[in-house]
């Protein structure tokens, strides 16, 4: 069993920052890639940020510059860096690991619960 639990949203003023975390736990081998995506009322989810094992790192172009990903290997846990905060960035944020569990030779593809993003005046 894998557990994703996303923690950081939260109501933040434009112009403002928001770190979210994602940790994941239970019975895992290794964690391959992670990576956020969010979901706003009336759209479809889309990716926001990836990170692979090797650290190589991807965003969309909304949040190109303003966004950061890592990851803490020894925690199993991901964080997005949300900088200059804008309202269009309010949504559920989800995280998302593709996860080898120790029994299992294929990788599987665990997500959270999602975390509320509020931007707000």
Not at 20 to 35: D, K, P, R, V
Not at 54 to 76: L, M
Not at 86 to 94: D, G
Request: include cysteine.
């Amino acid at each position: 069993q894998v557990q994703i639990v996303e923690s950081g949203g939260g109501l933040v003023q434009p112009g403002g920052s928001l770190r979210l975390s994602c940790a994941a736990s239970g019975s895992i081998f290794c964690i391959y890639g992670m990576g956020w995506h969010r979901q706003a009322p009336g759209k479809q989810r889309e990716l926001v940020a990836h990170i692979t094992g090797g650290d190589r790192t991807n965003y969309a172009d909304s949040v190109k510059g303003r966004f950061t990903i890592s990851r803490d290997n020894a925690k199993n846990t991901v964080y997005l860096q949300m900088n200059s905060l804008k309202p269009e960035n309010a949504a559920v944020y989800y995280c998302n690991d593709q996860i080898r569990e120790p029994t299992d030779l294929a990788r599987y593809s665990y997500w959270g619960q999602g975390t509320q993003v509020t931007v707000s005046s």
